[in-house]
């Protein structure tokens, strides 16, 4: 997930033309696929990160979304490493209100392993709530900000109205038959616009 989760950075920063970030995030991902494709081929016992790795990897991307200005990007774009972290919050402060626990054991991939989940299946889990993360991303957050920059005298009404546009757009070019009745309020030379 970590290389997904730094190319994606990598890509932001070339959007951006920040070069010296796009460098090191290609060399991370250069460094993760040597290290954790070439020598852990199933089953993955050669190389082991633990949570020295880990937590540098974690600190790495949290530095590389400061310096690029996308720390509530990397909310969506980390959204599997919220969720693992979530789940040893949730169950340390649940096991000792009760005693009792919620998962099988935390983080949330030990609980998959122990659920019976092979390694492709939890990699699928993750890929679809790193995939979900980057949508919420494009939907929510990039085009919010579009909008806003569009037209930043825009009443509330207008913001929202050029918001739900967007997100109807953007899921129906996804397959999803989307109608909405404010876009049938907005003026010709509104709708010209947001087309």
């Known amino acids: 997930m970590t290389i997904i989760t730094t190319s994606t950075f990598a890509l932001l920063a070339y959007k951006e033309n920040n070069f010296p970030v796009l460098v090191f995030c290609l060399t991370i991902v250069g460094a993760l696929f040597r290290i954790f494709l070439l020598f852990n081929k199933n089953p993955a016992k050669k190389s082991f990160m633990g949570d020295t790795g880990?937590?540098?990897?974690?600190?790495?991307?949290a530095a590389i979304s400061v310096v690029l200005h996308k720390e509530i990007a990397f909310l969506f774009i980390g959204l599997v490493y919220i969720l693992e972290t979530l789940s040893v919050i949730i169950q340390v402060a649940y096991f000792k209100k009760t005693g009792k626990r919620i998962f099988k054991m935390s983080p949330l991939h030990h609980h998959f392993e122990l659920s019976g989940y092979g390694e492709v299946k939890k990699l699928c889990i993750f890929f679809c709530c790193y995939?979900?993360?980057i949508i919420s991303y494009r939907i929510l957050y990039r085009g919010y900000l579009k909008m806003i920059n569009?037209?930043?005298k825009n009443t509330s009404i207008r913001i929202c109205k050029k918001w739900l546009f967007n997100c109807k757009k953007?899921?129906?070019k996804l397959g999803y038959d989307v109608t909405l009745n404010a876009y049938d309020d907005l003026s010709t030379d509104e709708k010209k616009q947001l087309s």
């Open 131 to 133: 995939s979900s993360g």
């Open 54 to 61: 880990s937590l540098a990897l974690g600190g790495i991307l």
């Open 150 to 152: 569009l037209e930043e």
């Open 170 to 172: 953007i899921l129906n």
